[in-house]
């Protein structure tokens, strides 16, 4: 059963968590917060589902496994809804992280939470709200052009046609979608390089544009990513959440894929 603990204005939190300690614990956390106005309870994704019948919420702090009615599964059928609310996972499984991209999770954050982890949630939370979210990945400095030769012929890429890059040896080869080009420059070089332009190290041997990529999914319990017409790279267990950390704060997108 949903339960109800009313409060001054501020947001409208359900926390959705088949574990009864969990689900108070997290819940009484947020009742210290004071942007938060009203605090709910729900033990799974089906009763959720009631608890937003018979009032909004601004935001579900949600977990993922949950029997029935996963979280997963609770943020597509949210993300119907003529006015959605935010998504917040809270879970114990980091497998799960980059999933949380296609639903377009405000954040995501492993049990157990600390408090200042959560107060940092519901920052986002708010930020998302009044349009006032980061996007670091947003180039802050104007596009670099590249030169790179083959066969004696000097020519000129642009970072930001850059899908991804990949090791090899002493060089790095850059991957764009007319073709690829070698550069004398180790990959740890470009990935602090290019950190503000939008690039994050997925694999020890690839680096990836994140506005470059269209869809996230996980393999056998690897993460994929895809950029450009289908190139499927993989994702470290090591940079998984790094990953995941810098996409939530992508600016929302329809349709990246499927999990």
Known sequence: MATDAPRTAGLRALVVDDEAPTRAELAWLLEQDGRIGEVRTAANGADALRALEQSPADVLFCDIRMPGLDGM?????????????????????????????????????????????LA???????????????????PTVPDETIPVELGGVTSFVQRSDVLYVQAQGDYARLHTAEGSHLLRVSLTLLEERWAEAGFARIHRSTLVSL??????RTDGGRSIVVVGDGIELQVSRRHTRDLRDRLIRLPRRGGTGQS
């Open 73 to 117: 599964e609770l943020a597509r059928v949210l993300a119907r809804f003529a006015e959605r609310p935010q998504i917040v996972f809270v879970t114990a499984y980091e497998q799960h992280a980059v999933d949380a991209f296609d639903v377009s999770a405000t954040d995501y954050l492993v049990k157990p939470v600390r408090e200042s982890r």
């Open 120 to 138: 940092e949630a519901v920052r986002r939370v708010v930020a998302a709200r009044t349009g006032n979210a980061p996007t670091p990945t947003t």
């Open 211 to 216: 506005p470059a990529i269209t869809q996230v």
